[in-house]
């Protein structure tokens, strides 16, 4: 199975700033990676896939890249409505798996 | 619009059995892979199984393996997991979620439901 390894598991921060989130998987996954967020209670939303193509109405201010085993999310001026967590996914092999989420939250 | 309705989950037994349901609006099933994902309370999200939109191809977690089965009826536009021989490890919120292309398989999850809770406890 492909693990997949976020860092950090929280980060502190306020509207504005500039915030990254790093997931690297056990094994090479070209770009087989997407970004979710998750709100308290809610579902999760896909906001990234193919590790840089954004979703459908999810805002410019995220941004994805990276390719192989290292990705990176960027939130450029966070905003009130991005303090959630997030989680990276690898879509390349079975069984699909998930990293173990950063939680962004307000500084 | 794209609507997934998750219901089911409860209270139930070590031992005993389960099926959910999903019910989907605003697409059909037969053109859709769909997938059960689950999160336990606090913790975060682990993918179950899919099933591809033919009906033919099923892929399961490890964990679940022999379990879990994935099924549809694209006649009532429904999903389902049936679970058996719950563990305690099994306590967590259910959601389904669907396959973004039509036809195809990405394996990721644009249209989630709300999830629905299964709690094993005697």
């Known amino acids: 199975d492909i693990q997949m390894t976020q860092s950090p598991s929280s980060v502190s921060a306020s509207v504005g700033d500039r915030v990254t989130i790093t997931c690297r998987a056990s094994q090479a996954i070209s770009t087989w990676l997407a970004w979710y967020q998750q709100k308290p209670g809610k579902a999760p939303k896909l906001l990234i896939y193919?590790?840089?193509s954004l979703q459908s109405g999810v805002p410019s201010r995220f941004s994805g890249s990276g390719s192989g085993t290292d990705f990176t999310l960027t939130i450029r001026s966070l905003q009130p409505e991005d303090f959630a967590t997030y989680y990276c996914?690898?879509?390349?092999?079975?069984?699909?798996?998930f990293g173990g989420g950063t939680k962004v939250e307000i500084k | 619009q794209v609507q997934l309705v998750e219901s089911g989950g409860g209270v139930v037994q070590p031992g005993r059995s389960l099926r959910l349901s999903c019910a989907a609006s605003g697409f059909t099933l037969s053109s859709y892979g769909m997938h059960w994902v689950r999160q336990a309370p606090g913790k975060g999200l682990e993918w179950m199984a899919v099933i591809w939109y033919d009906g033919n191809t099923n892929y399961y977690a490890d964990s679940v393996k022999g379990r879990f089965t994935i099924s549809k009826d694209n006649s009532k536009n429904t999903l389902y997991l049936q679970i058996n021989s719950l563990r305690a490890e099994d306590t967590a919120v259910y959601y389904c979620a669907r396959e973004p292309g039509e036809q195809q398989v990405d394996n990721l999850f644009d249209y989630w439901g709300q999830g629905t809770l299964v709690t094993v406890s005697s």
């Open positions: 996914q690898q879509a390349n092999s079975f069984p699909l798996t």
């Open positions: 193919a590790a840089s």
